[in-house]
């Protein structure tokens, strides 16, 4: 009997975890999905599948044009990957991180989402090294010949973003950088 009750809340909890997982595209991806099918079994690949975070290239090595690291005018350095439409960063105004600290004074984030023409649409969300714990989604307008991102539209309820324009850090990411490439010792 005991046996059946612990099967029976193992599968409840299973069912419960499962329903939790939402394979959609996140709103920030425009409600689009890629249309790359999942490798088959036994299949030899030599870059990761991005359909999975529904991204819009089969090349994970790319170096999008917002590759790199970014000053905000809220003191923070925010260092940003595109690869395809997708873009991911983070965010922090905490010179000396501590390893393994929480809580240490000021912001720390982490964002992603997507490309659309001049617009970067992005969902964010502070991480607990820092001190802030806040979230919601950002619209910035990127103006290549200045190398800025300015930030026109916040959603969500969370503490409100702190940086409104973001400007390139000089050098930029160079198109051939790898994302296997290392420092020559």
């Known amino acids: 009997m005991v046996r059946c009750s612990t099967t029976a809340i193992l599968l409840a909890l299973a069912l419960a975890l499962a329903g939790c997982v939402d394979l959609a595209p996140s709103p920030s991806a425009g409600g689009t999905s890629s249309s790359a099918a999942p490798p088959t079994a036994g299949a030899s690949t030599t870059a990761p599948d991005l359909s999975v975070i529904a991204c819009g290239t ?10 790199g690291a970014w ?35 000021g912001f720390a984030n982490v964002a992603s989402g997507r490309v659309d023409g001049s617009q ?13 714990l ?4 950002l619209t910035f307008v990127y103006d290549d010949q200045n190398g800025t991102l300015t930030l026109i539209e916040q959603r969500g309820d969370w503490v409100p973003f702190g940086g409104s324009v973001l400007t390139r ?16 010792p």
């Open 71 to 105: 000053s905000g005018n809220d003191h923070g350095v925010y260092y940003i990957r595109q690869v395809g439409e997708c873009v991911w960063w983070f965010g922090t105004e905490i010179v000396d991180l501590e390893p393994g600290l929480t809580g240490q004074p």
């Open 134 to 137: 806040g979230g919601g989604g």
């Open 58 to 67: 089969d090349d994970p090595t790319d170096v999008g044009e917002l590759t």
């Open 120 to 132: 970067v649409v992005v969902e964010w969300a502070d991480v607990p090294v820092g001190d802030i």
């Open 169 to 184: 850090i000089e050098p930029t990411a160079s198109p051939g950088a790898s994302a296997s490439a290392s420092p020559d």
